[in-house]
């Protein structure tokens, strides 16, 4: 088995057997990708964990193609992030065409009439956890409110959050210096 | 054109997302549902339940579903709409893997730097509110009812919506368990 194959396979496997998107791959990627196959040391694991949170895109992603390119260069990198998004489009496209068919079912309908507000709530939820990890106190409090104020109601894009906010943290950070 | 629409939007989706699957949602809602109208909000939130339920990171779930609804939507044969989703997938993917094979070696050496502890400690409180405002766009009629038309859907819908939220806050309920039970509720009660 070539070598790309094998890539490409360990990523796909990854791919399609973890529920809850980037962060729960983590261990699953450290365990084949260190432990099984060693194509990485554990500090390398680590570094790539850091880019791939400080870089933008989608952080499985950003993952496997770090962890490809670091393995076996660019083509590494392009077969790493292909392996890992393809199971995923593959179940999307199957789910899309069946629920086009299947939507205006009336069962279908009243099923997804009580998913709904759960889902609402599965999104705030993340809200108070992730506070924790942003270290949200009350000095800093009126950042998240003002984002969320903004886009809610001003209509403001969030892109211009994120980039006011990395300018803002960069600027502060040289006037406090 | 659709095709340059889409690869464009889902491009602009992937470079500006920090902050993992439910930061991004924000920006896909605001551009997918707002701007363009691809998708309405409760085939959004579907999508939403869908992505948490099957494997894979949500941004690629979204970019694959919106790129095939958007073109069946728009007329096009269902071929079409299958290149379209790959394609919308691959948009998100491509520019932040040409910045990380660039500054990886950068960004490695000043990981430790000041500045780039400064700029994360505004951006991650500013994600948060990202996500607080995604929220908060998907609580609107579509997703619990009308108080006053359909006051029973309502109630209901925040019934499941409080049980879901201290389910998972409290008592660390998986999120998939908690779409099956509420689909349920929704197939027994409605």
């Not at chain 1, 365990?31 to 194509?39: A, H, L, M, Q």
């Not at chain 1, 570094?47 to 660019?74: E, R, W």
């Amino acid at each position: 088995m070539s070598i790309y194959t094998e890539l490409f396979l360990t990523f796909s496997k990854i791919g399609s057997f973890t529920l809850g998107g980037g962060y729960a791959m983590v261990p699953v990627m450290e365990k084949e990708i260190v432990d099984k196959r060693k194509w990485l040391s554990h500090e390398e694991f680590l570094d790539i964990l850091v880019v791939a949170q400080s870089t933008p895109g989608l952080f499985a992603i950003d993952m496997a193609s770090h962890i490809g390119y670091k393995y076996k260069g660019i083509p590494g990198g392009i077969v790493g992030a292909l392996g890992v998004a393809c199971p995923s489009i593959v179940i999307i496209l199957l789910i899309a065409m069946f629920f086009h068919a299947f939507k205006d079912n009336v069962y279908v309908e009243k099923i997804f009439m009580g998913i709904r507000p759960c889902v609402v709530a599965l999104i705030l939820a993340p809200c108070f956890s992730m506070a924790r990890s942003a270290r949200l106190n009350h000095r800093n409090l009126w950042i998240p409110l003002l984002c969320a104020a903004l886009i809610y109601f001003m209509g403001v894009s969030p892109i211009w959050c994120i980039l006011a906010a990395g300018t803002g943290g960069y600027v502060y950070g040289k006037i406090k210096s | 054109m659709i095709f340059l629409q889409l690869f464009i939007t889902f491009s602009k989706i992937g470079i500006f997302n920090f902050g993992g699957g439910y930061a991004m949602l924000s920006l896909i809602q605001d551009e997918v549902v707002n701007k363009h109208h691809w998708l309405t909000v409760a085939e959004f939130t579907d999508i939403v339940a869908i992505s948490q339920s099957t494997p894979g990171p949500i941004g690629i779930n979204a970019a694959t579903y919106t790129g095939y609804t958007a073109v069946v939507n728009a007329g096009y044969p269902q071929w079409a709409a299958v290149l379209s989703a790959v394609m919308t997938s691959l948009s998100i993917m491509w520019l932040p893997f040409i910045l990380m094979v660039s500054i990886s070696k950068f960004l490695l050496r000043h990981k430790d730097s000041q500045w780039i502890k400064d700029i994360f400690g505004t951006l991650r409180p500013a994600i948060v509110g990202l996500i607080l405002a995604a929220a908060l766009m998907l609580m609107n009629t579509e997703n619990f009812g009308s108080p006053s038309q359909t006051t029973f859907v309502f109630i209901v819908s925040v019934a499941i919506f409080l049980f879901a939220f201290f389910g998972t806050r409290l008592f660390k309920i998986h999120p998939i368990v908690m779409i099956l039970l509420s689909g349920l509720a929704g197939l027994l009660i409605y």
